[in-house]
């Protein structure tokens, strides 16, 4: 039976964040699941959000699949290397300006064998929003043969307004 922990629970308060970040994360699990509630304070109607693993800077660290629904749009690609700050696009704040008011994106972000170092760290990230019927699945490839020990992640415009939440959850399994 899976055990679950959590690690870390975060909610935005009054001042809006620019970001959130988890660093030395601990190794004593055998996976990971983070999940965010968000709202960006940007007044347009959605923000991409990013996420950024162990302070990596390397553009060839970061491979993604995505396949993406905006209303009855629908489109996939992959994100091999890119411009701007080296990242995964993971999916979309809801705005301050959305309708309908008060409506946040949901994020969950699946992390199996976190501790790995001898191969790359894989994630699979599932994000919707309400305002405009939107989601977003994707797999990640960290090319990087390293444990996971820390996240970033924020919205490309604005920053993170208050009440949206991030949770560290660690899992465990019984063997």
Not at 6 to 26: C, L
Not at 158 to 173: A, E, K, M, N, R
Request: some cysteine; glycine content about 8%; overall charge negative.
């Amino acid at each position: 039976m899976a055990v679950f922990t959590v690690i870390s629970h975060d909610e935005v308060d009054a001042s809006p964040d620019a970001y959130w970040e988890r660093t030395g994360i601990s190794q004593s699990y055998d996976h990971l699941l983070l999940r965010a509630q968000t709202q960006s304070d940007n007044s347009s109607t959605q923000t991409e959000m990013k996420m950024q693993l162990n302070s990596s800077t390397a553009y060839a660290e970061y491979t993604s699949t995505h396949l993406q629904a905006n209303g009855v749009t629908v489109q996939g690609g992959q994100q091999t290397a890119g411009s701007g700050s080296p990242s995964f696009s993971i999916g979309y704040a809801t705005d301050t300006g959305a309708t309908p008011a008060d409506s946040f994106g949901t994020l969950e972000i699946w992390f199996p064998d976190y501790t790995n170092t001898t191969n790359w760290t894989v994630g699979l990230s599932t994000g919707m929003r309400e305002a405009g019927l939107s989601i977003k699945m994707a797999s990640l490839l960290f090319s990087q043969q390293a444990a996971l020990t820390a996240v970033k992640i924020w919205p490309l415009s604005g920053s993170f307004d208050q009440y949206s939440t991030f949770t560290l959850i660690g899992v465990s399994c019984d063997a």
